[in-house]
């Protein structure tokens, strides 16, 4: 397809693992990124991913990327309830501007 | 300043009426964009504005919207006429250079305005 897909919701309880998933478009493109939404707020850029690489881990958070399937993940580790927002996977590709997912709703229970 | 600042946060308008948002990107980026967010829509794309270059405006969806960036800073998104199909989140983010796979740290994106037409 042409467009960033993501599923639309997740719901894991405090203390899990949360994975989202996300596939690309083009295979082109230099950097993929997660991005951040709480509610009434902007994006946050939460982290990134250079094309040339398979995986990144910065503290609770792991990036998965499958080049060959276009395909990218996130995954947060010990899932807390300040993580529950909108999480959007985006793409840069020949072009400048960021192609962006639907975003991931994840909602975080006790 | 720090961030992108947007206003306003919130803009109720009647049908029919012109509404404009503006939009003060972080001191010494060069690229600009606007987007809107709907929802179910995800973020669409509207313009892009890199340094001194012509505007990439090929999201604009009708000819209602337009955008300005004056002296390579503030900028102003307007909608003519508007339509209850225009109520969304308008979303303003600016980069340290657009130009094509540069963008190493993607986007700062200010708050939003939320509009609504009744």
């Known amino acids: 397809g042409e467009d960033v897909e993501q599923s639309l919701f997740l719901s894991v309880r405090e203390g899990d693992s949360s994975v989202i998933n996300c596939t690309y478009t083009?295979?082109?493109?230099?950097?993929l990124y997660w991005y951040k939404q709480e509610p009434g707020a902007g994006l946050q850029l939460l982290t990134y991913i250079f094309s040339n690489m398979d995986m990144k881990q910065d503290q609770r958070l792991t990036v998965l990327l499958n080049k060959k399937d276009k395909h990218l993940s996130l995954r947060i580790a010990d899932t807390q309830t300040g993580d529950s927002a909108i999480y959007f996977c985006a793409e840069n590709p020949g072009y400048s501007t960021l192609t962006f997912g639907k975003g991931t709703m994840l909602l975080v229970s006790p | 300043g720090a961030g992108v600042s947007q206003s306003p946060s919130n803009k109720v308008t009647e049908k029919g009426k012109d509404v404009e948002l503006r939009c003060d990107p972080i001191?010494?980026?060069?690229?600009l964009y606007w987007y809107r967010q709907s929802l179910g829509q995800g973020l669409e794309f509207l313009i892009y504005f890199q340094g001194n270059s012509a505007p990439d405006k090929s999201g604009l969806p009708s000819d209602r919207f337009s955008a300005e960036r004056t002296g390579g800073s503030v900028s102003t998104l307007t909608i003519q006429r508007t339509q209850q199909e225009d109520s969304a989140v308008y979303l303003c983010?600016?980069?340290?250079?657009?130009?094509?796979?540069?963008?190493?740290?993607?986007?700062?994106f200010g708050s939003g305005t939320r509009l609504t037409v009744v």
């Open positions: 083009d295979s082109s493109s230099t950097y």
């Open positions: 983010a600016s980069s340290l250079d657009g130009r094509p796979r540069r963008s190493t740290y993607g986007y700062t």
């Open positions: 001191s010494g980026h060069t690229a």
